[in-house]
């Protein structure tokens, strides 16, 4: 598959290498261009208000929104689910592409030296993995649209809404590729749903 990773700012290439680690090709998105021909894209965390400016600058911004709303599956970490939500409950007026039906907190954890590393438990995958936590934000509401894959300290921190998936945390900081792989492997169960 061809997996395009949001390259306007983040930890890009360590997701990138996460995908090619599972044997799948990545391609750097810095503008519309790029998104043309892709299986899925991963919005990489960052600093949502940046990313916002920057891909609104590479005309990503419109394209994205309603390539997503026709279905494109995408992976957002942290900011990048800051960007997929609903709704930032402190900055109401920070733009989001409102795909994901969350209401999110930004840095609700504190500074960047409250970041932390911790073990969940994700049941759909009946496993444990490890999970980087670095100025998240936490998601303080979700609608009955939204499945909620994992939580920790009691707040949702892996959601699902049909193509869209997301986590408060950063999996491509560890050497565990399991979301990654619930990624790419929905993805192929999305394009089977269709063909049957
Ligand atoms: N604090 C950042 C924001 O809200 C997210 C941090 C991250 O992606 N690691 O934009």
Redesign the pocket.
Known sequence: MKIGVLAVQ?DIREHAASVEKLGHNTVLVRDARYLDELDGLIMP?????TMTILMKRFGLWDKLKSLIEHGMPVYG???GL?LLSKRVTNYPDQPTLGVLDVEVE??AYGSQTESFEARLRIPILETEISAFF????IVRSSSMKVEVLAKYGGTSVLVRQGNVLASTF?PELTDDLQVHQLFLESISLRRQGAKA
């Open positions: 983040g965390g960052g600093e949502s208000t970490t942290c900011a800051v930004r840095n670095i100025r998240s934000p950063h």
